[in-house]
């Protein structure tokens, strides 16, 4: 009988003693990833500062042949009948312009009339520049060609400024192209004439 009780007192002592054991074990493994979470946990901080892009307005023109504002010089030789009556004509001059802004792009001669050099001798001439015209042989800038030129026609130029394009998209080189015609007659004597002629590009 004593034993019987003790055995059975031993038995429920070894179950409760499990019971403990397990639970203490569960709780191990609850702490163990615990501690294991904390320990992979990543600590981050982080820094700023504000970039500032300052821009200014800019606009550039140059004549596509040298990649400068100063063109080579278009020469029209007379050296006949013909041409004296008929007039000469240039190659294309392509000039390009870069600007943030929508422009304009003017055109004018320097002075009211050429010059003429003789011997090495320069002299201001009675030729008016208005025997030299121009029209616009291609317009890739997306302007309005300004009244009174043409793609088909020669305009006479003079010294004041005119609109040759308006309304001429922002971009990078956007591209235009003019030609020449002199048509001088038969009225002046020989010489090399000269003028300056200058496209000025402005933002609108």
Do not use: R
């Not at 320069?122 to 302007?143: D, H, R």
Request: proline content about 3%.
């Amino acid at each position: 009988m004593k034993c019987k009780l003790k055995l059975i007192f031993a038995l429920e002592n070894c179950t409760k003693y499990n019971i403990i054991m397990k639970k203490l074990v569960v709780v191990l493994l609850i702490l163990t990833k615990a501690t294991l979470g904390l320990s992979q946990t990543t600590v981050t901080e982080t820094a700023h500062q504000i970039v500032q892009l300052n821009l200014t307005n800019t606009i550039e023109i140059a004549f596509t042949s040298n990649n400068t504002s100063i063109g080579t010089t278009v020469t029209l030789p007379f050296s006949n009948v013909n041409d004296y009556a008929n007039g000469v004509e240039s190659t294309d001059q392509e000039l390009s312009v870069s600007s943030n802004k929508h422009f304009t792009v003017t055109v004018n001669t320097l002075s009211p009339s050429f010059f003429v050099t003789n011997n090495g001798v320069t002299t201001p001439s009675n030729m008016p520049t208005s025997v030299l015209a121009i029209l616009i042989a291609a317009n890739n800038t997306g302007g309005t060609i300004g009244q009174g030129f043409s793609n088909s026609t020669y305009s006479s130029l003079s010294s004041t400024a005119s609109n040759l394009l308006t309304g001429a998209n922002n971009g990078y080189l956007e591209k235009f192209a003019i030609k020449y015609k002199a048509t001088p007659g038969f009225i002046y004597p020989s010489g090399v004439y000269s003028t300056d002629v200058v496209f000025t590009a402005t933002q609108q």
